[in-house]
C-alpha cells in the first residue's frame, strides 16, 4: 500500500507541493475554534465570539467560488499570492484588535476579510494533481492521498488549538495559524511546476458558473447533506459527553472518527476499484447515512466510540469520489471552481446542521442531535438518489492502474 503512495509523491517531486499544501491547510481547523477562544477570554462573550467566526466562515462560502473562477482564468500565483497575503494581514489585525480590546464591530472587518481571501487550499491541491496525473487509477489515489490530509488536519488542528491555548493564551492557535499560512502558501506558490496552465481565455466561451452543470448541483446539494451530518455531530459530541459527565472526550471522539476516515482514505486509495465511479459513491453516501442512523443507539461511551469509527470509515472515500467525479464531469479550465463549490457547499452544510442540531438538543438533550445527524444522512441519501440519472451519465467503467508516465 505504501508504494503506491510513494509512486505518486516521487513522481516531479509531487510530494513537495502536498507537503506545502498540508501545512496551508493548517488553519482550516484552527481559525474558527481559535477565534472563539481568543475572543471570548478578553471579551468575556461567546455570542460575540460565535458572530465573529461564523461571519468570517460565511464570507469564505460566498468569496471561495469566485476566488477559484479567478485562479482557473489568472493562474494560482497571480491570484493567491495577494489573496492570502491579504489574508495574512487580516488575522494579524484580528490579533491586534482582540489584544487592545478594540470595539467590537471593528473585530468583524478582518474576520471577514481573512474569510474573503482564504479561498479553498485543498482545491488548489488537488487541481495540480489533475495536472500532473493522466491515469485515472492514479488519480483517485492521489485524492485519496490528500482526504487523508484534511482528515489528518482535523485530528490535528483542534488539540493545538485548545491544548496550547490553554497552556500559553486562547490566541497561539491563530497565530499559528498565521505563520501557516504564510509558510505554507510561500512554498506552495513557488512550486511552478506544478501549476496548471492557464486555458486561454474565450470571449465566445459560455462564461455561466460550472454550479449550473447538473452534476456539479447533484454533488453540491449531496454535500450540503454530508456537511450537515458533520455539524450535528460536532455540537451532539460535545452535549452527549457533557451528559455522561466526560466533557474533555468530545473531541476525543471527533478525533475518533477522522481516524477511521483517514485510515480508509490511505486503503481506499491504494487499490483499484473495478466498479464505477458513480456507483462507489452512491454505495458510500448509504454507508454513511445507516452510519448515522446508529448514534441515537450508542448508549454510552464505549457504544459511540465504536459506532463514530466505523461511520468515519465510510467518510474519507466518499469525499474521494465526489472529487474524482467534479475532475471528470467539469472543463480542465473549469476544475478549480467545481472542487472549491464542493468545499463551500460541505461548509454551508456544517453550518446549517450546527444551526438545527442547536435547538434540538436544548429541547430534548444530546439524543436530538443524534437524531438529527440521522435525519442528514437520509436526507444525503435521498438528494443523491434525485440526481443519481446524472451521475450515471458521468462515468463509466475506471480505467486499471497503469504506470506513471
Keep these: 500500500m505504501l508504494g ?9 517531486q509531487s510530494w513537495k507541493f ?36 461564523a461571519v468570517n466562515i460565511i464570507v469564505m462560502a460566498i468569496c471561495a467560488p469566485i476566488l477559484a473562477r479567478h485562479v482557473d482564468r489568472y493562474g494560482q500565483l497571480r491570484v493567491m499570492g495577494p489573496a492570502w497575503v491579504i489574508a495574512t494581514l487580516s488575522m494579524c489585525g484580528l490579533v491586534a484588535a482582540v489584544f487592545m480590546h478594540a470595539p467590537e464591530w471593528l473585530l468583524f472587518i478582518p ?19 489533475s495536472t500532473i496525473l493522466h491515469k485515472p487509477g492514479q488519480l483517485s489515489t ?11 488536519v482535523y485530528i490535528v488542528g483542534p488539540v493545538l488549538s485548545t491544548v496550547l491555548g490553554t497552556a500559553l493564551h486562547p490566541a497561539t492557535g491563530l497565530i499559528i495559524s498565521i505563520v501557516s499560512l504564510a509558510v505554507g502558501g510561500a512554498l506552495f506558490l513557488s512550486r511552478h511546476d506544478s501549476e496548471p496552465a492557464i486555458i486561454p481565455y474565450d470571449p465566445s466561451a459560455p462564461r455561466e458558473s460550472v454550479i449550473r452543470k447538473p452534476v456539479v448541483l447533484v454533488m453540491a446539494a449531496t454535500y450540503i447533506g454530508m456537511g450537515m451530518t458533520f455539524g450535528a455531530m460536532e455540537v451532539s459530541m460535545v452535549s452527549f459527553t457533557e451528559e455522561r459527565g466526560a466533557p474533555a472526550l468530545g473531541g476525543i471522539l471527533l478525533a475518533i472518527f477522522s481516524i477511521g476516515s483517514l485510515a480508509a482514505a490511505l486503503v481506499y486509495g491504494a487499490r483499484t476499484w ?4 458513480w456507483q462507489l459513491f452512491a454505495m458510500g453516501v448509504v454507508a454513511m447515512a445507516l452510519g448515522m442512523s446508529a448514534f441515537p443507539f450508542a448508549l454510552n461511551l464505549w457504544a459511540m466510540t ?24 467539469v472543463p480542465a479550465g473549469k476544475l478549480t471552481e467545481g472542487l472549491t463549490w464542493m468545499s463551500t457547499s460541505i461548509n454551508l452544510g456544517t453550518s446549517l446542521g450546527t ?5 434540538a438538543i436544548d429541547a430534548v438533550g444530546a ?14 441519501v435521498l438528494l443523491m438518489l434525485i440526481g443519481l440519472r446524472t451521475l450515471r451519465k458521468t462515468d463509466a467503467a475506471p480505467t486499471p492502474r497503469l504506470p506513471l508516465d
Excluded: H
Excluded at 474576520?111 to 494533481?129: D, E, F, H, N, Q
Design 111 to 129: 474576520a471577514a476579510l481573512a474569510g474573503a481571501t482564504w479561498g479553498a487550499p485543498g482545491a488548489l491541491v488537488r487541481s495540480r494533481w
Design 18 to 53: 502536498s507537503a506545502a499544501g498540508l501545512v496551508l491547510r493548517m488553519p482550516m481547523s484552527m481559525v474558527g475554534l481559535s477565534t472563539i477562544l481568543m475572543v471570548r477570554t478578553e471579551y468575556g462573550n461567546y455570542t460575540l465570539a460565535g458572530a465573529v467566526s
Design 274 to 277: 473495478r466498479r464505477p465511479t
Design 355 to 359: 444551526a438545527v442540531a442547536g435547538p
Design 4 to 12: 503506491t503512495y510513494l509512486d505518486i509523491l516521487r513522481y516531479r
Design 306 to 329: 465504536v459506532v463514530i469509527l466505523i461511520t468515519g470509515v465510510t467518510c474519507a472515500p466518499t469525499m474521494t469520489n465526489v472529487n474524482v467525479i467534479i475532475q471528470k464531469s
Design 142 to 152: 492521489a485524492y485519496a492521498l490528500e482526504s487523508a490530509v484534511d482528515e489528518f
Design 367 to 380: 439524543r436530538g442531535g443524534l437524531y438529527t445527524m440521522a435525519g442528514a444522512g437520509w436526507a444525503m
